[in-house]
């Protein structure tokens, strides 16, 4: 199985667009959506600008990683050079 460079749904997938978001809209998206509300959050950042309003310049996910006794945030790369 391959992806497009566009991101588009692989030919041979066994599981149909239609039938993903049926699932999705089911038990499998109230479940998926739990797991993900407990390891990750959305972050912004604001900046103001010349009037002093504070509008969102950036934004992106921060995962949430246990190591040990710690919890750590992890975000990618490119959301931190926005």
Known sequence: ???TDQGSWPED???SVDRAKEL??????R???E??????????????D??????????GTLSYVRAGE??????AAHV???
């Open 1 to 3: 199985m391959s992806f």
């Open 13 to 15: 997938h066994p599981v």
């Open 24 to 29: 999705m809209r089911g038990d499998l998206g």
């Open 31 to 33: 479940y998926n959506f």
């Open 35 to 48: 797991i993900l509300a407990r390891i990750c959050s959305p972050i912004y950042w604001h900046l103001p």
């Open 50 to 59: 010349d009037s002093g309003a504070r509008p969102i310049r950036a934004n």
């Open 70 to 75: 710690h919890v750590f945030g992890v975000t």
């Open 80 to 82: 931190i050079a926005e």
